[in-house]
């Protein structure tokens, strides 16, 4: 999304709807890019659903972002949690306070200046579901931010809400003066005054306000590529989804979104989740697994050999 | 970001100025199912009024697009007038008038094979064997379901889902698997003598075991 900035890679693994396959995309997705030789740490961001250790096969830890987020602990790097992968690490989101799970602004923007400071090739962030600003706030500082979801109308209606919020928030960031930041907001009411439906609304509104704003905001579009990746696929249509709703990104926002790929189907996901272990390690050439090392490959490119650490120039 | 509305043709079908026809045919049909009625991609985004508006876009670009004579038309006014707004409302207009309209070209309902989806295909080793699932997703990669190759190869389809899920036991002869997996690759354009070869040789193998299990029972 933005210029890589000095740091671990970040990825945000985001979607919306609960139950569309993002924990086991996350799992898969980073025992894959470990194999290829990238220290990785992947990070829980469901505190008020932890279960990315139990894909990964590894008890509940005793350590997790919670303590962070309770000012317990400080330092990311004891929160690491080894996996069975040799250079793949996992930062759990167990034991989280029931009473006030999400951590407030200013600790999420700690939290992700601690990301990004760790030792590490990649950071994979697998988001909780909704749209809560704390998933939004690592959706948007990630360098990648990729959106799940599967050819199912409750899906791809949440996945457009993510969308979205994802949008004016990061739209809203880009401006410069107070009174185009205010008029976004209102946008983001979907029932607002002004009558301000699409972005396309918004832009002749901001336009007629401030054209410089509008400039910005245009080049504010172009430099947001969200990544679209598709689960459950039953047939080619289904693949086909992923192309339509990336034309649509692009007539409705006037994004130019990237299909990441797709992941069909697949009776060994099942068999995978219940055995606790990650489907990449317990069928390594079904379909789906071919599917997730594709999806693993494209997300590397451009990260630089393994080894020698990511690739800082941007 | 402009509105659709406001694109060239080119834009609207999300095509380069190089497109070729079939490209043209390829893209239009796609746009048409994204934004069909109760189209999935849609889905809670856009109105049908909307979706309407860009479907009666889309078939205007379509139109000037898919045949020749009146493209040529279409690419001089993109490229004689570099006058922003004048050329842009111009382009909105069938560029026919000084001529016949052209008969429009029929939609020739083209076998979907060698339409491979961009980006997703030749990600496997080319020269590596086919088994049933690297033809699955094959096949799939290029957008095209079972029932459509039944259709194209005469195939029976409960066959061709056999060949794809390794049901060795409930396919024919070799002879005949060997035509089904031929006709099936060169529908999609894969390497059919090497589809043909590795997937029967895995037939034979399977096969061989079989009844090697066979005769353990007897003795």
């Avoid at chain 1, 086991?24 to 990070?43: D, H, K, P, S, T």
């Avoid at chain 1, 005793?62 to 004891?78: C, H, I, M, W, Y």
């Avoid at chain 2, 069938?94 to 309209?101: D, G, R, T, Y």
Wanted: net charge negative; aromatic share 6%; with cysteine.
């Amino acid at each position: 999304m933005g210029p890589v900035p000095d740091g671990a890679r970040m990825i945000a693994i985001g979607g919306g709807k609960g139950g569309v396959g993002k924990t086991f995309l996350a799992a898969n997705v980073a025992v894959c890019i470990a194999r290829a030789g990238y220290e990785v740490v992947v990070v829980d961001g469901d505190l008020e659903g932890a279960n990315l250790h139990t894909c990964l096969g590894i008890p509940p830890p005793p350590r997790s972002l919670a303590d962070f987020v309770a000012n317990r602990e400080e330092d990311l790097v004891k929160l690491l949690v080894e996996t069975r992968e040799p250079n793949l690490r996992l930062i759990a989101a167990t034991h989280a306070n029931l009473a006030s799970a999400q951590p407030g602004h200013f600790q999420r923007v700690r939290l992700v200046s601690r990301l990004r400071q760790l030792p590490v090739d990649l950071v994979l962030i697998d988001l909780g579901a909704g749209t809560h600003p704390a998933v939004m706030d690592y959706f948007l500082v990630s360098d990648d931010g990729v959106i799940v979801f599967s050819p199912e109308p409750t899906s791809i209606e949440n996945a457009y809400a993510f969308l979205r919020a994802a949008f004016y928030r990061r739209m809203r960031l880009g401006m410069m003066t107070h009174s185009v930041r205010a008029l976004i907001t209102q946008a983001m009411d979907q029932h607002n005054e002004r009558g301000i439906r699409t972005p396309a609304d918004l832009l002749r509104e901001i336009e007629t306000l401030d054209p410089g704003e509008g400039v910005r905001f245009v080049s504010t579009v172009r430099s947001f590529r969200p990544r679209l990746l598709v689960n459950e696929v039953r047939t080619a249509e289904e693949i086909k989804l992923g192309f339509s709703v990336r034309s649509v990104c692009r007539s409705y926002f006037g994004l130019d979104a990237e299909y990441l790929g797709y992941v069909n189907h697949d009776p060994g996901v099942r068999r995978s989740v219940v055995a606790r272990r990650p489907l990449v390690d317990v069928q390594p050439d079904c379909d789906a697994s071919v599917y997730l090392q594709r999806v693993a490959h494209k997300l590397i490119q451009g990260l630089g050999a393994p080894g020698v650490g990511p690739e800082l120039s941007g | 970001m402009r509105s659709l509305v406001d694109e060239t043709h080119y834009e609207v079908l999300e095509l380069g100025r190089e497109a070729s026809g079939e490209e043209v045919e390829r893209a239009y049909r796609m746009a048409q199912s994204t934004y069909a009625p109760e189209s999935l991609a849609t889905y809670s985004l856009l109105g049908e009024d909307d979706a309407a508006v860009l479907r009666e876009r889309l078939e205007l670009a379509y139109e000037v697009l898919s045949d020749p004579a009146s493209r040529q038309r279409y690419d001089e006014v993109l490229d004689g007038h570099d006058d922003g707004g004048a050329a842009q409302e111009r382009s909105l207009q069938l560029p026919s008038l000084e001529s016949e309209p052209p008969a429009p070209e029929p939609l020739r309902l083209r076998a979907p094979a060698a339409l491979p989806i961009e980006g997703f295909t030749d990600e496997e080793e080319p020269d590596a064997p086919y088994d049933g699932a690297r033809l699955r997703r094959a096949r799939l990669a290029r957008g095209v379901e079972v029932d459509q190759i039944a259709e194209i190869t005469k195939v029976n389809p409960s066959y061709l889902h056999f060949i794809e899920e390794e049901r060795f036991d409930d396919l024919p002869a070799s002879v005949y698997v060997r035509g089904f997996v031929t006709a099936y690759a060169r529908c999609l354009g894969l390497d059919a003598a090497l589809a043909a070869s590795s997937y029967l040789e895995r037939l034979r193998q399977h096969r061989s075991e079989a009844e090697e299990t066979r005769s353990w029972g007897r003795g």
